[in-house]
């Protein structure tokens, strides 16, 4: 028999699914602090595997390992704690960056050897993906050659991890990983960017090209009941980078809280746009991924700024509407409590630091 990690009320009913897993995903326009509840779950779960399931070059991680601060872009975060982590094949894997960043966790003492793998059948970012995108202006992409990718996968035409030599000694199948062996695998998958810039429930065309919801960690071979916990993660304010307008203008604040908070891209260096927590999209977002766990970052820098509020939009594209202004903290996590009162409020975590959960 194989063993089953879960409770026996999380069991599934299906006797043999042998993968659990813990999905993180981002509520909003990524940036909220993924990477750091990655590091935190690490520390936490016994997991015998990370899988990045989308994304590639776009995303950046900011981490804080044992002090030092890690900004990865396409390597899982189970690498910092010697854990199998693996490029999943909903990814875009660009090989020449990917081993820069190889080399660079290396040389801040990572060790790397034997712990990082891409799925065999993950899609290449290649040097004409990367050229075109540098040449896209109406979305504002991180130009690293995702869009142009994608549809070279979709298009039938892409290449993939398996049809570059250089890649070899990293290849893994998933299938074989966690379906076939009768072995269990207790999995975290970290997401990138997130549910405002999903291609299917973004705000398109201003959105990636890759399922950033929960569904999205599935699609790398995963059966739906192997899900336990799904961790959302958004800030106590929002940001956006990238070509539409998204923060209001005539509010000095937004400029406090993008210094408070420094909100510049971890990937391009952009300046990112600011506007309050939009309750509506947060809501829509964890019901339609299912959030189990939500952790709210980034409230000491509303302390910081002296400001709390949260926004009702009244049009989809999140403009206008109604803003709610708090005195305190506790009366805006009050508030957003009752909100999202779905998930019991003892599985709702504001944060208050870069460090802690
Ligand atoms: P692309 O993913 O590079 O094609 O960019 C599409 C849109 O998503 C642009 O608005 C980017 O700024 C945004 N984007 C992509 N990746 C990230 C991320 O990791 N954090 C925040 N925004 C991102
Ligand atoms: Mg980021």
């Not at 050229?131 to 130009?143: F, I, L, M, Q, Y």
Request: proline share 5%; charged share 25%; aromatic share 10%.
């Amino acid at each position: 028999m194989v063993p089953d990690l879960r409770p026996p009320h999380e069991r599934s009913i299906i006797n043999h699914v042998v993968t659990t897993l813990d999905i993180i995903v981002d509520l909003q326009y990524g940036d909220s602090g993924k990477g750091k509840v990655a590091h935190f779950l690490c520390q936490k779960k016994n997991y015998t595997h990370v899988i990045r399931y989308n994304g590639g070059g776009n995303a950046g991680h900011t981490i804080f390992h044992k002090g030092v601060k890690f900004v990865t872009h396409q390597v899982p975060v189970g690498v910092f704690f010697g854990i199998k982590s693996i490029v999943g094949s909903g990814c875009a894997l660009d090989p020449e960056t990917f081993f820069e960043e190889i080399q660079m966790l290396e040389k801040g003492g990572i060790s790397t050897k034997g712990k990082v793998f891409v799925a065999k059948n993950v899609h290449i970012v290649t040097n004409e993906h990367k050229e075109e995108d540098g040449r896209e202006s109406k979305v504002g992409t991180t130009k690293r050659g995702i869009g142009p990718m994608y549809r070279a996968k979709y298009g039938r035409t892409g290449a993939r991890a398996e049809d570059v030599p250089a890649l070899k000694p990293y290849l893994i199948d998933l299938y074989e990983e966690f379906n076939s062996k009768n072995k269990s695998a207790l999995v975290l998958a970290e997401g990138a960017q997130g549910f405002g810039l999903d291609i299917d429930w973004g705000d398109y065309p201003y959105v990636t090209s890759s399922h950033c919801t929960a569904a999205g960690a599935l699609l790398n071979g995963f059966p739906p009941q192997s899900v336990r916990d799904v961790w959302g993660v958004a800030k106590a304010y929002e940001t956006y980078v990238g070509a539409k307008d998204f923060e209001p203008k005539n509010e000095p604040l937004f400029e406090k809280i993008r210094e408070l908070g420094q909100e510049f891209g971890a990937t391009t260096g952009r300046a990112r746009q600011c506007n309050w927590l939009d309750l509506p999209l947060l809501e829509k977002a964890a019901r339609m991924n299912g959030v189990t766990k939500l952790v709210i970052n980034k409230i000491d820098v509303l302390n910081r700024a002296g400001a709390w509020k949260v926004r009702e939009p009244k049009d989809p594209l999140g403009m206008g509407g109604k803003i709610t202004a708090f005195k305190k903290p506790e009366q805006m996590k009050a508030f957003v409590r009752k909100r999202l009162k779905f998930i019991p409020a003892k599985n709702i975590f504001f944060s208050e630091s870069a460090e802690t959960v």
